[in-house]
């Protein structure tokens, strides 16, 4: 998580602007949550500051609602690496399976998601997120991964939450961003089989781009904060 920096409010405000950057890697979920480790801590450290992951997670060769790992996790997030990409917190290393025993940041608001994928030689192809439907240039149902729509996801999780027998604002504090990879056309070519099984915490930032080969993204979403 970067906290870019506080909002012009009353002093004392809980609400912050935050970048949250989520890596996913399509694998063969031979894959471990060891190798997921050693991934993130390569990224975090040796990427550009403004791309490196908060969170880094294994999803399924074509199916990005299933786990990329060979061993479930068993919390929604274990030492940053994320169980899964249905529920994606805005901040923390680790986050319990129950949810009501996680406190720290929740979602307030959506202002932006971007999305780039990762390839062997060293750079990042920008997308637009979806591939243009029929006529060029007009995206219909290819729209869930929009910040409005993400906005909406947010809004209509908090109006449930909020009539439940929980008093008050508590928040959401997790994103489901499999409507996203779905939508997207970054995802989905290739996968990663035995590209990271050489991959360690000494590795180069290189070494690991060469082992994603383009089987991998980074996500990014801005978005307002507030201190739970």
């Known amino acids: 998580m970067a906290s870019l920096g506080g909002l012009d409010v009353a002093y004392g405000s809980q609400l912050q602007l935050v970048r949250t950057n989520v890596l996913i890697v399509e694998t063969d979920s031979t894959t471990t949550k060891a190798m997921a480790?050693?991934?993130?801590?390569?990224?975090?450290?040796?990427?550009?500051?403004?791309?490196?992951?908060?969170?880094?997670?294994?999803?399924?060769?074509g199916d990005v609602d299933a786990t990329g790992y060979a061993s479930a996790l068993t919390d929604i997030v274990e030492g940053n690496i994320l169980k899964d990409i249905n529920a994606v917190p805005m901040a923390?290393?680790?986050?319990?399976?129950?949810?009501?025993?996680?406190?720290?940041?929740?979602?307030?608001?959506?202002?932006?998601?971007?999305?780039?994928?990762?390839?062997?030689?060293?750079?990042?192809?920008?997308?637009?997120?979806?591939?243009?439907?029929?006529?060029?240039g007009i995206e219909t149902d290819e729209m869930q991964g929009f910040p409005h729509l993400l906005q909406a996801q947010l809004m209509a999780a908090q109006f449930a939450s909020d009539l439940t027998t929980l008093a008050g604002n508590h928040g959401v504090r997790t994103l489901d961003l499999?409507?996203?990879?779905?939508?997207?056309?970054?995802?989905?070519?290739?996968?990663?089989?035995?590209?990271?099984?050489?991959?360690?915490e000494s590795s180069t930032a290189a070494e690991l781009n060469d082992g994603i080969a383009g089987a991998g993204a980074l996500v990014t979403i801005l978005a307002v904060g507030r201190i739970a």
């Open 37 to 61: 480790e050693n991934v993130h801590s390569v990224a975090s450290r040796k990427y550009p500051a403004a791309v490196r992951p908060d969170f880094t997670c294994f999803v399924a060769d």
């Open 178 to 200: 499999e409507p996203l990879l779905d939508d997207s056309g970054i995802l989905g070519g290739t996968k990663v089989t035995t590209g990271l099984d050489a991959i360690t």
């Open 92 to 136: 923390g290393s680790q986050y319990d399976a129950t949810d009501s025993n996680n406190r720290g940041m929740v979602w307030e608001a959506i202002l932006n998601v971007g999305m780039a994928q990762i390839n062997a030689n060293d750079t990042m192809t920008a997308d637009d997120l979806f591939t243009d439907a029929s006529p060029a």
